[in-house]
Structures are given as C-alpha cells and as structure tokens.
C-alpha cells in the first residue's frame, strides 16, 4: 500500500495557519503539519480534538496516593507495628507529605510515559520522514491526495495565495 | 487573530532574529570547538571537584568523626550544606512551571538552564544526607523495601523519611520536566548537524520527533500538566525541608513559620544562583540578545520579592519570640543575633535584608556587573542562613549543662567546596553540548512586544458610544 | 478584535429599589448588632469584631489584587480593575466600626483587664506590647497607612481615565511595591493584634501569613462574583470573556490550595511538636461541635473549590465559578468564626441571631458600597495603555 502526499512549506506561522484553515474549507484530508514550535490555534484549524491527556493524570495521582496511604498505614500500623515517640500508629497527619509525593511522582512519571506511548516516541526512534527545516524555520502542512479529484495545481494556486514556499509531491508506503 | 502588545510592553528577544538566526544562535556554539575559558573553567571546577571527592572517600574511610560534629551538634556543614542546595534548585522549578503557569514569558530564555541548575544543584543536595548517616553503602535502608529483618520498615512518621521521597520525587520530576522540554531541541540539533557521530547521538535521544502538530497539541498538554504538578511539588520539597526542623521542640526550629519562609528563601538563593549562571553565560555564549537586560531586571525583581517574605519571616520570628512570652523562645533570638554565633546572624542580615534592597534602584537592576557581585553576596548570605539556624539551636538548647561550640574541620571545608566543584563541572559539561536556550519556545515569542498594534489610550468620555456596542 | 473601538462612560446603575433594600439590611443587621451588644455582650462583639475584620479583608484584597497587577505589570485584568478599586471604598467605614469596637475591648480581650494580667506572668511579660492604648494606636495607625496608600493609587488609576498619561502608570508601579512591603508588614501585625491576641497566651509565627490567604481568597471569590453579576447584569458582556474567567477560576484555585496549605503547615507542626503552650489550640478545637466545624472549614474552603475547579472547562463556565464564589465567602465567615469564637463558646458553635445581624449588615454594605462606587464613574480605566491587551485576552 502506498499513499501520495503533497507536502507544502511555509515561512511564517500565519501563512500556515491560513493555509491550513483553507485547506480544511476546501475539504482537502490534512495528514500532518510539522513545526518547528508549538503554533497556537492549529490544532482547532487542523480540526483535531483536544486531548484527554489530563485525565489520565488525575487517575494516576490518585491511584498513586491511595495505594501510597494504605501502604504507610499498613507499614505502620499492621506489618509491625512500633511505637515512636508516642505518635499514634495510624498518624495521618504524618502521612501526608509521603502521600503527596508519590501522587505526583505516579503522576508525572505516568503521563510521560503514556505521552511517548501514545505518540509512538522512544530512545532510538528514526522519524518517519524528515522535512527540510521543519525543526528549524519552515512551517509543513501535508495533505493526503485520497480522491480522483485532487489536483496538485489547485493546491499551489490556493496556496500561493498564503505565500508558499515550495510544493512537492512523495510517496508514502504504509 | 493575534495578540496585542500595550506599549509598555518590551521585546523579548533583541535584534531582528529570524527563526534561523535563532537555530544558529543557539546551536552555532555547540558545533565549534569549546573555547579558552570554558576549558579554564572546568579544568579550575574539575580539580576542586577531585579535592571534594578525595575528602569523601577519606570521610567514608575514616567516619563522619572526621567533621567538626560533636555529641550537642550532631547537624553542622553537612545539613547547612544540604538545604543550601536543595534551595538553589528551586527557582529551577519556579521559573519553569510557576512562572509558565503565570504566562510570565520572559522566562524562556532562561528556563531550560535553570531547569539544569536545579537538577546538579539537587544532585550535590543528595550527597550530603547520603554521607551523613555515616555508612552511606546503607543508604538504600532508607528505602521500603521487604526484607528479611522483620521485615522492619522505614517509619514513615519520621521527617527524615519525608525528605527522603520528596528529594527523590524532586529530582525525579525535575528530571523528566527539563528531559521532555528539551526533546524538540534536540531533534532540532540532529537536523542540522554536519557530524555523523552527533547526528546519531542526538537522533537517539530525540525520541524520533519530527514536530508534528498532532504531537505538538499533546506535548503542550503535557508540559502544562508538568508545570501544574511540579508547583506544588516545589513548595512541599522545601516545606518538608523545613519540617525536618520544626517538627522538634528546639526553640528556633519549632516555628509554624517555617514552610513558606524556607520556601520563600530558596526561591530567593536559587535566583541569585540563576543570576549568576546567567551572567556569566550571556556574557561567555554571547547570548546578550537572548537574556537582556531586561531579564536581568525581571530577576532582580523577583529577588526583591522573595527576599522581603525573608526579611518579613525574620521579623515575624523575632516579633513572635517576644510576643510568646516564653523564656526559651525569646532566649533562642537573643542567642541568634548576640551569641558566640551573632557574626553569622549579622552576615546573613546583612546580605539577605540589607543587600536586595539596592535593586530598587533600576540603574543598578541594568548594570550587569554589580548585579553578579550582589547575587555572589546573596548566595553567601543564603548558606548563613542555614548555618544561623542549624547552629544557633543546636549548641545552646535547653540544658546549659550540655552547650557546646563546633569549629569546621578541614574536611567540612573541602567537602562544602568539592560540591561546588560538582555543581559547576555538571553545569559546564552542560553548556557545552546541550542548547542552553529552549530554541522552540524562544521562536514562540520573538515578536513579543515587537511590531505594536495600532491601539492608542482610548478615547476619553464620549457618552453613548460604547453602550450601543455593548447592546449589539 | 476587540468590539469596543472608541471607549468611554460605562456605568453600572443599580435600581433604585435595589439600594433601598439592601440599606434596609444594613440597618436590620446594625439594630441586631446593637440590641446584642447589650443584650449578649458575649456572643454580639465577637461577631462585630468578625464582621469588621470581615469588611477590612475585603477592603484591603482589593487594594491588594490592584497593587500586585501594577508590580507585575499584569494586562489581563486592567478591563475590571475598577471592580478591586470599588472594593476598597468600605475600608472607611470599617474606620468607624473599629472605634466601636473599642467600645468592646474589655469582653474580647482577656488581657485588657488589669488584674488579669497582674496575677498572669506570661501575659505580664508581654503588656509591653498587649496594653490598651498601645493596641488602639496601632489598630489606627495600620488603617490609616492602608487607606492613604490605596487611596493613592486608586486616584491616579481614575485620573487616568482622562488623560491617559503613562507617567501615572509608573508612579502606580512604585505606590504599589511600596504599598505590598508596608501590608505585609502591618498586616501581619494587625491579624496577631485583632484576632491571635484573643487567646493570649498562645502565638504562631504563621497566623499572619495564615490570615493573608484567607483575605486574599476571599477578595478573589468576592471581586469574581461582582465580576460576574456585572457580566449578566449587562456592562460587562462584552468585556469579560471567559479567558478572563479562567485566569480568575484559576487563581481562586491556586489560592485556595495555597490556604490549605498553610492551614495544613500551622496544623501539622503544632499536632507533631504536641507541646502544651500550642496544642490547646486545637485540642480545643477538635471537640465536639469545634471539631465538625474544623472540616466543614477545609470542606468550604479548599476541598469543594479544589475538585469543582480542577477542569479546565469548569474554570471557563461562569455558573460553576459563580457558586464556588458563594462557597468561598460563606467558607471565609467560618474560617473567622473558627479562628475567634471558641474563647467565647466553650462547648460548641452556635448560630443564632447575633451571629448573622452583624454578618448580614456587613456583606449588606459592602455590596452597596461597591456599587454605588461603580455607578460613579467609568467602569473601564479607559486611558490605561494596558486596556487593549485585556480586551483583547485569549488563552
């Protein structure tokens, strides 16, 4: 299986993000747009929804401080139980702060792992395809040429329009 | 679309920089052969790095007997030591997720070598707790683990225990946050680069990222979720630090002050510390365009802040000392400021009061030089501090019988300077082949407060107008 | 862009009905208060000196919240600066309500007796600081201070409307900074005076700080309900997005979690250490009625608005916002009430009519206050160069 993509660069985020929002307008299927920062608002003109990343993170916080709390409970108070200064054996005052570190070391250390999962990044990953100067200063909006309809020329004239900076056509193999 | 800047606001990033010059700018450096001063620098911070090593292994040897410890002071340099760094490493994290969290946008510039700083700083803070417990091949007990002891575990009631899971999550979390915020610019290192070697270097550890926008939206996501958690992470660090004091009934360390004061002052030590990395590296890396003046400024301010919540908890501590009514507690204050340790108290009110209060004046805010000079004297007031309160209540407690002094030996010496040997080696080693400047987001505020909007003051009273536009 | 091109007069004007019924409460409130005075001197100057402390927090978090975005050279919230402003017109009255107090002095505080203190060798020993001239200059004193200061500034902010000189804004810059290192200072004094001094005999060094993060949540909860009404009473329709409501959302959050935790780091230490001279603080707290009041304390301040503002959308969503206010303001009334009553209660908490006169005539003039302030002039510093950049907010 192979796909044709058309690959179009830009000099300027603004023109991405016009290009990107026409694109969209003229129903053409965007695969991608590759930047060498975050661009604001091109995720809502890629029309992408937005992440559940978040709670992800709460469930991990919270699963990370019960499990904690019981575990210091049980440490404390059951496995062998010892008397300190005093201090009663179930002394949740004193539990707290252990708590709250593992809440966010659950949580932290859980949401990036499950980030590079999800985005399929790891030590050693090759990318896919490198496009000339999207780490640095070019702005990459890629299209899926998916239909009999689609006409490269089209795309240049409506792009142009947004001052692109260069097109080119690649094949894909999935 | 697009933002409006007021015309108050200043340009983050100086001279017309194109999104390459900034690539170049920041990568250019790390291509080239290191220069004279970086090799005097680190040469200079590796032999005090083997000085500090050499007095470890001969204290790991001999014992901790070889400090100036005693039978009253049990907690002298190695603490004072401990809490200093720790300290230095949180205005690290204050100006990568509290001031991110704050849309302060001026910390982009300096985030990522902060975020560095406070990873070497905790680094040296890690060692000295490690060290004294004085059998530091041990130092895994400290862990829960099950064992065949009982199994006997760590008691969790215990602030020794607390520290323990706040320094390691601290590090942690501090770790991971620098790590992830810095993948697009290695990515960005390995597209450029000529050498075959650091092409695969860099490639391995950039994740495979390509700067799609599909992973951008989720990055940006969770980098806000990092920030969001490691701000109060931050804060419980050094609460915890500071209830390793004052869960005691010592008087001078049992004070409900304590968390948001130490807090507080280590957010103050660590931006004399990002001060200082920062005008040395301007001034070295040529980074003049990138942390300007201005940055300057903002950071001086930021210490005029966090030293007055000092100055106010040094007053408050006093003021309460009094109000107590208590022999003990008015007697650890008197101790403080004109016992045989008052030169250090005077010291540390000195540089920590005294010294911050010249940054009102914004010619000395803008004057680079003075401004490394204050910070060095900050830093030196920051170690006192700790040193005031660690030593102050330790040798005059409540029983007279049991008072005794402490004298640094040579060993508590070397060992304080060989941690600063490894900070600066760490932070060296750094600079030379990481991009000190988070390029990504540097690129996403070049224009700030560039290219005004065309608003002008609003036009006074005229009434009517906007309450039709108001209505439609 | 913004839909307001050429600004200008924006008054709030509140029905007339509208400021004759809650004058009405004021003064149903102030004749309870007063028949309580004399009728249960024990139970009704507490609760003045509640309702007081109450006004000045409000007063004093708006002169706060406007000096912190001067320092920090904040654009986001210049649109309804004028809301903080408003706030600060009740700290004269709460002037006149403190010379009442005075009146009180002897049943709040224990060391104000003579002999007392004669026979009580701790409290003695700090008479130098605990006597009652002393503490009537200082309360007059930290008022004044506070009112000439944010007088200051909330002049030159007006003044700007007309001409829209940036040489005010600088000069509000530096009044600010000047004004955040003199409350910090007197502010601390003055909660230790008005409310730690009502148990003598025991001190915390973070009861200043502790009271701070009280006043400044509820000065967000209270300005971000006004902020609210006004946006669906109409002027602010158009000015107040929900950019600017998740900012507000978010530091209510963030102040919120911050009182927790100071309320956490007095507790925690206290509780740890179990030392006589401190512990009875919470001993007697944690009996009884204290006791379920100490969690319906955390419960209103910090564990609903925590899980109510934890998502983002929630943060944007102007009824949500809205009732975590309300939970806020009636969450501040019993931190106060849990920070002054139990000398006066022994056993457990009671509500009653002299509790809510005085609270009632208190919220009743503070909102009549703020709005009959706001009606006066414009409700956009029209000549602030910040102005663009707030109504222009997107996040």
Same mark, same amino acid.
């Given at each position: 299986?192979?796909?044709?993509?058309?690959?179009?660069?830009?000099?300027?985020?603004?023109?991405?993000?016009?290009?990107? !929002?026409?694109?969209?307008?003229?129903?053409?299927?965007?695969?991608?747009?590759?930047?060498?920062?975050?661009?604001?608002?091109?995720?809502?003109?890629?029309?992408?929804?937005?992440?559940?990343?978040?709670?992800?993170?709460?469930?991990?916080?919270?699963?990370?401080?019960?499990?904690?709390?019981?575990? !210091?409970?049980?440490?404390?108070?059951?496995?062998?139980?010892?008397?300190?200064?005093?201090?009663?054996?179930?002394? #949740?005052?004193?539990?707290?702060?252990?708590?709250?570190? #593992?809440?966010?070391?659950?949580?932290?250390?859980?949401?990036?792992?499950?980030?590079?999962?999800?985005?399929?990044?790891?030590?050693?990953?090759?990318?896919?395809?490198?496009?000339?100067?999207?780490?640095?200063?070019?702005?990459?909006?890629?299209?899926? !040429?998916?239909?009999?309809?689609?006409?490269?020329?089209?795309?240049?004239?409506?792009?142009?329009?947004?001052?692109? #900076?260069?097109?080119?056509?690649?094949?894909?193999?999935? | 679309?697009?933002?409006?800047?007021?015309?108050?606001?200043?340009?983050?990033?100086?001279?017309?920089?194109?999104?390459?010059?900034?690539?170049?700018?920041?990568?250019?450096?790390?291509?080239?052969?290191?220069?004279?001063?970086?090799?005097?620098?680190?040469?200079?911070?590796?032999?005090?790095?083997?000085?500090?090593?050499?007095?470890?292994?001969?204290?790991?040897?001999?014992?901790?007997?070889?400090?100036?410890?005693?039978?009253?002071?049990?907690?002298?340099?190695?603490?004072?030591?401990?809490?200093?760094?720790?300290?230095?490493?949180?205005?690290?994290?204050?100006?990568?997720?509290?001031?991110?969290?704050?849309?302060?946008?001026?910390?982009?510039?300096?985030?990522?070598?902060?975020?560095?700083?406070?990873?070497?700083?905790?680094?040296?803070?890690?060692?000295?707790?490690?060290?004294?417990?004085?059998?530091?091949?041990?130092?895994?007990?400290?862990?829960?683990?099950?064992?065949?002891?009982?199994?006997?575990?760590?008691?969790?009631?215990?602030?020794?225990?607390?520290?323990?899971?706040?320094?390691?999550?601290?590090?942690?979390?501090?770790?991971?946050?620098?790590?992830?915020?810095?993948?697009?610019? =290695?990515?960005?290192?390995?597209?450029?680069?000529?050498?075959?070697?650091?092409?695969?270097?860099?490639?391995?550890?950039?994740?495979?990222?390509?700067?799609?926008?599909?992973?951008?939206?989720?990055?940006?996501?969770?980098?806000? =979720?990092?920030?969001?958690?490691?701000?109060?992470?931050?804060?419980?660090?050094?609460?915890?630090?500071?209830?390793?004091?004052?869960?005691?009934?010592?008087?001078?360390?049992?004070?409900?002050?304590?968390?948001?004061?130490?807090?507080?002052?280590?957010?103050?030590?660590?931006?004399?510390?990002?001060?200082?990395?920062? =005008?040395?590296?301007?001034?070295?890396?040529?980074?003049?365009?990138?942390?300007?003046?201005?940055?300057?400024?903002?950071?001086?301010?930021?210490?005029?802040?966090?030293?007055?919540?000092?100055?106010?908890?040094?007053?408050?501590?006093?003021?309460?000392?009094?109000?107590?009514?208590?022999?003990?507690?008015?007697?650890?204050?008197?101790?403080?400021?004109?016992?045989?340790?008052?030169?250090?108290?005077?010291?540390?009110?000195?540089?920590?009061?005294?010294?911050?209060?010249?940054?009102?004046?914004?010619?000395?805010?803008?004057?680079?030089?003075?401004?490394?000079?204050?910070?060095?004297?900050?830093?030196?007031?920051?170690?006192?501090?700790?040193?005031?309160?660690?030593?102050?209540?330790?040798?005059?407690?409540?029983?007279?019988?049991?008072?005794?002094?402490?004298?640094?030996?040579?060993?508590?010496?070397?060992? =304080?300077?060989?941690?600063?040997?490894?900070?600066?080696?760490?932070?060296?080693?750094?600079?030379?082949?990481?991009?000190?400047?988070?390029?990504?987001?540097?690129?996403?505020?070049?224009?700030?407060?560039?290219?005004?909007?065309?608003?002008?003051?609003?036009?006074?009273?005229?009434?009517?107008?906007?309450?039709?536009?108001?209505?439609? | 862009?913004?839909?307001?091109?050429?600004?200008?007069?924006?008054?709030?004007?509140?029905?007339?009905?509208?400021?004759?019924?809650?004058?009405?409460?004021?003064?149903?409130?102030?004749?309870?208060?007063?028949?309580?005075?004399?009728?249960?001197?024990?139970?009704?100057?507490?609760?003045?000196?509640?309702?007081?402390?109450?006004? @000045?927090?409000?007063?004093?978090?708006?002169?706060?919240?406007?000096?912190?975005?001067?320092?920090?050279?904040?654009?986001?919230?210049?649109?309804?600066?004028?809301?903080?402003?408003?706030?600060?017109?009740?700290?004269?009255?709460?002037?006149?309500?403190?010379?009442?107090?005075?009146?009180?002095?002897?049943?709040?505080?224990?060391?104000?007796?003579?002999?007392?203190?004669?026979?009580?060798?701790?409290? %003695?020993?700090?008479?130098?600081?605990?006597?009652?001239?002393?503490?009537?200059?200082?309360?007059?004193?930290?008022?004044?201070?506070? /009112?000439? /200061?944010?007088?200051?500034?909330?002049?030159?902010?007006?003044?700007?409307?007309?001409?829209?000189?940036?040489?005010?804004?600088?000069?509000?810059?530096?009044?600010?900074?000047?004004?955040?290192?003199?409350?910090?200072?007197?502010?601390?004094?003055?909660?230790?005076?008005?409310?730690?001094?009502?148990?003598?005999?025991?001190?915390?060094?973070?009861?200043?700080?502790?009271?701070?993060?009280?006043?400044?949540?509820?000065?967000?909860?209270?300005?971000?309900?006004?902020?609210?009404?006004?946006?669906?009473?109409?002027?602010?329709?158009?000015?107040?997005?929900?950019?600017?409501? %998740?900012?507000?959302?978010?530091?209510?959050?963030?102040?919120?979690?911050?009182?927790?935790?100071?309320?956490?780091?007095?507790?925690?230490?206290?509780?740890?250490?179990?030392?006589?001279?401190?512990?009875?603080?919470?001993?007697?707290?944690?009996?009884?009625?204290?006791?379920?009041?100490?969690?319906?304390?955390?419960?209103?301040?910090?564990?609903?608005?925590?899980?109510?503002?934890?998502?983002?959308?929630?943060?944007?969503?102007?009824?949500?916002?809205?009732?975590?206010? @309300?939970?806020?303001?009636?969450? %501040?009334?019993?931190?106060?009430?849990?920070?002054?009553?139990?000398?006066?209660?022994?056993?457990?908490?009671?509500?009653?009519?002299?509790?809510?006169?005085?609270?009632?005539?208190?919220?009743?003039?503070?909102?009549?206050?703020?709005?009959?302030?706001?009606?006066?002039?414009?409700?956009?510093?029209?000549?602030?160069?910040?102005?663009?950049?707030?109504?222009?907010? %997107?996040?």
């Amino acid at each position: 299986m192979s796909r044709r993509l058309l690959v179009s660069s830009f000099a300027h985020e603004n023109d991405l993000l016009a290009a990107t !929002q026409a694109a969209r307008e003229h129903g053409y299927t965007i695969l991608d747009a590759y930047t060498p920062f975050a661009v604001h608002g091109l995720d809502k003109a890629m029309g992408m929804r937005s992440t559940r990343l978040a709670w992800a993170t709460l469930i991990l916080g919270i699963s990370g401080a019960v499990a904690k709390l019981w575990f !210091q409970i049980w440490t404390s108070a059951t496995s062998w139980p010892v008397n300190v200064g005093g201090k009663p054996l179930k002394s #949740v005052p004193a539990f707290v702060p252990v708590t709250f570190e #593992v809440m966010v070391l659950f949580a932290g250390v859980g949401t990036v792992l499950l980030f590079l999962a999800m985005r399929k990044l790891w030590p050693g990953k090759k990318p896919a395809f490198i496009y000339d100067g999207a780490t640095n200063d070019r702005f990459i909006l890629v299209l899926i !040429q998916d239909n009999a309809s689609f006409v490269v020329e089209e795309v240049r004239s409506l792009f142009e329009r947004f001052h692109l #900076v260069d097109l080119e056509e690649r094949i894909e193999r999935v | 679309m697009g933002e409006v800047f007021s015309v108050l606001r200043q340009p983050l990033v100086l001279g017309n920089k194109t999104y390459a010059d900034i690539t170049d700018d920041v990568c250019g450096p790390l291509e080239k052969g290191a220069s004279l001063s970086w090799w005097i620098a680190f040469i200079v911070s590796v032999g005090v790095l083997i000085l500090g090593a050499l007095s470890v292994a001969y204290q790991v040897m001999t014992g901790v007997g070889v400090w100036g410890l005693n039978n009253t002071v049990g907690w002298a340099f190695d603490i004072t030591n401990f809490v200093f760094w720790i300290g230095i490493g949180h205005a690290g994290t204050l100006i990568s997720a509290i001031l991110f969290l704050f849309r302060q946008r001026w910390r982009t510039s300096v985030n990522r070598s902060a975020e560095a700083m406070t990873i070497f700083a905790v680094i040296c803070a890690g060692i000295f707790p490690i060290l004294h417990t004085g059998r530091p091949w041990f130092a895994y007990w400290l862990l829960p683990y099950p064992n065949f002891r009982g199994p006997l575990w760590v008691n969790f009631r215990s602030p020794l225990v607390w520290d323990m899971f706040a320094i390691s999550c601290y590090l942690t979390i501090s770790a991971l946050f620098w790590y992830v915020g810095m993948i697009p610019d =290695l990515a960005t290192i390995r597209d450029r680069t000529k050498s075959a070697l650091r092409k695969k270097l860099f490639g391995f550890f950039s994740f495979g990222w390509d700067g799609s926008n599909r992973t951008w939206q989720r990055y940006e996501k969770l980098y806000l =979720l990092l920030a969001g958690l490691a701000t109060p992470l931050v804060v419980s660090v050094h609460t915890i630090v500071s209830w390793d004091f004052a869960t005691s009934v010592i008087p001078g360390w049992h004070t409900t002050i304590l968390p948001p004061y130490f807090v507080a002052g280590a957010v103050f030590s660590g931006f004399a510390m990002v001060l200082t990395l920062m =005008l040395i590296v301007r001034k070295v890396m040529n980074l003049e365009e990138y942390i300007t003046l201005h940055h300057i400024e903002q950071m001086c301010k930021v210490i005029i802040a966090t030293g007055g919540m000092v100055g106010l908890a040094y007053m408050t501590e006093l003021f309460v000392a009094y109000y107590s009514g208590n022999e003990y507690e008015r007697f650890a204050f008197i101790n403080r400021a004109l016992g045989p340790y008052g030169w250090t108290y005077w010291v540390m009110v000195g540089c920590n009061i005294m010294v911050p209060q010249l940054f009102w004046w914004k010619k000395i805010r803008r004057n680079p030089g003075i401004v490394f000079a204050l910070s060095i004297l900050i830093n030196v007031g920051m170690w006192f501090e700790r040193f005031v309160i660690i030593m102050t209540s330790l040798t005059r407690d409540y029983l007279p019988a049991s008072w005794a002094g402490f004298t640094p030996t040579i060993i508590d010496l070397t060992t =304080l300077l060989g941690s600063f040997g490894l900070f600066f080696t760490l932070f060296l080693l750094f600079a030379r082949f990481l991009p000190m400047i988070a390029i990504g987001e540097v690129k996403g505020v070049v224009r700030y407060g560039k290219g005004r909007s065309e608003l002008k003051p609003l036009e006074p009273r005229k009434e009517g107008a906007l309450e039709q536009t108001l209505v439609g | 862009m913004s839909t307001i091109s050429a600004a200008t007069r924006l008054a709030v004007r509140p029905s007339e009905g509208w400021a004759r019924n809650l004058s009405i409460l004021v003064l149903i409130g102030a004749a309870v208060a007063l028949i309580g005075i004399f009728a249960a001197p024990d139970r009704a100057w507490p609760n003045v000196l509640l309702s007081t402390y109450y006004l @000045i927090s409000l007063g004093l978090a708006g002169g706060l919240f406007v000096a912190l975005q001067y320092v920090s050279n904040a654009g986001w919230s210049v649109s309804f600066r004028r809301i903080p402003e408003a706030m600060t017109e009740v700290l004269p009255v709460t002037g006149l309500l403190l010379v009442v107090l005075f009146l009180g002095i002897h049943t709040l505080y224990e060391w104000s007796h003579e002999a007392v203190v004669a026979n009580d060798p701790i409290l %003695h020993s700090k008479s130098g600081w605990l006597n009652e001239p002393f503490f009537i200059a200082r309360s007059v004193f930290y008022l004044a201070v506070w /009112m000439v /200061m944010i007088t200051a500034i909330v002049k030159r902010s007006q003044r700007q409307d007309a001409s829209g000189d940036l040489e005010l804004t600088r000069t509000n810059r530096k009044i600010s900074a000047g004004f955040l290192v003199v409350f910090a200072l007197t502010f601390t004094l003055a909660s230790m005076d008005w409310i730690m001094s009502l148990e003598p005999h025991w001190f915390s060094t973070i009861f200043g700080i502790y009271n701070f993060a009280g006043l400044f949540l509820n000065g967000l909860a209270t300005m971000t309900l006004v902020i609210i009404l006004l946006k669906r009473m109409g002027p602010f329709r158009n000015v107040i997005n929900d950019s600017h409501l %998740h900012d507000l959302g978010k530091l209510i959050f963030a102040f919120s979690t911050f009182w927790m935790y100071i309320w956490f780091s007095q507790y925690v230490l206290i509780w740890y250490a179990n030392i006589p001279e401190e512990v009875t603080y919470y001993a007697r707290r944690e009996e009884g009625g204290w006791g379920v009041l100490t969690i319906v304390n955390i419960l209103f301040n910090w564990v609903i608005p925590f899980i109510a503002l934890l998502p983002i959308w929630t943060k944007r969503h102007e009824g949500v916002l809205l009732r975590v206010c @309300i939970f806020l303001m009636i969450g %501040h009334w019993i931190d106060l009430f849990w920070m002054i009553m139990p000398p006066f209660m022994a056993k457990d908490p009671i509500v009653g009519l002299w509790e809510l006169g005085p609270i009632l005539a208190a919220l009743a003039a503070f909102f009549l206050i703020v709005f009959k302030s706001l009606a006066k002039g414009n409700l956009l510093p029209v000549g602030d160069p910040m102005l663009g950049e707030s109504l222009n907010l %997107h996040t």
